[in-house]
């Protein structure tokens, strides 16, 4: 004789086969073949296409600042995935898709210019869209610039070519006509000479930087 544990055992294997059996036959009288039952099959096939499509990587962007040679560029829409206005060159014709800046004078310079360009700064009481703290720690240092930082932002965001434009090194006159009151040999040497650090950084991780 079967124990109390063995006949319940064997009660559920029973109900399985036939639930198996059910299944099998529904399927078979319509046309299925012993597949998956329609309704099931399409249930299926409605979750699957309802999982959230992830956004393509960003490849490529552009830094500019407003250096003398940008205003070569003043006729030029670039289509990049991201292109980041450093300072003051958020009043060039070139419309940016970001606004970087740390230059106390020109918080909230997008809005007069190009009001729908995303804030990315390291000054909380501009109330930033993007605090650039967030992404620090992928960049090689506390960026001492905010071409640095745009850089930084670019690379942070999947760009793996970052041309820089206006990038001059030189020059006390941006391509604007603003004074450049910071413009002298000892500033433009120390920016060019950190800029050449982070380009070596970045190009170890496969991020291709180049001036134009």
């Given amino acids: 004789m079967r124990s109390g544990n063995q006949r319940r055992r064997h009660h559920g294997i029973e109900l399985f086969a036939q639930s198996l059996r059910l299944t099998t036959e529904s399927s078979n009288s319509k046309g299925g073949f012993g597949r998956i039952p329609t309704a099931l099959f399409f249930d299926m096939a409605r979750k699957k296409t309802a999982v959230k499509q992830v956004d393509p990587i960003v490849k490529r962007g552009v830094v500019l600042c407003s250096g ?63 605090d650039w703290r967030s992404f620090e720690s992928t960049m090689p240092e506390s960026p001492a610039w905010s071409m640095l930082a745009a850089i930084g932002f670019c690379a942070a965001q999947g760009c793996t070519e970052i041309d820089l434009y206006g990038v001059d090194h030189n020059g006390n006159v941006d391509a604007l006509g603003n004074e450049v009151k910071t413009g002298t040999i000892a500033r433009w040497t120390r920016e060019a000479n950190d800029l050449a650090r982070w380009v070596d950084y970045y190009a170890r991780k496969g991020v291709v930087i180049t001036r134009k």
């Fill in 68 to 130: 003398p040679s940008l205003k070569n560029h003043f006729g030029k829409q670039f289509t990049s995935d991201i292109v980041i206005a450093v300072n003051r060159a958020i009043e060039s014709p070139i419309k940016p898709t970001h606004y970087c800046f740390a230059d106390v004078e020109v918080i909230g310079m997008h809005l007069k210019t190009w009001p729908g360009a995303i804030t990315v700064s390291g000054y909380r009481r501009a109330n930033p869209d993007i």
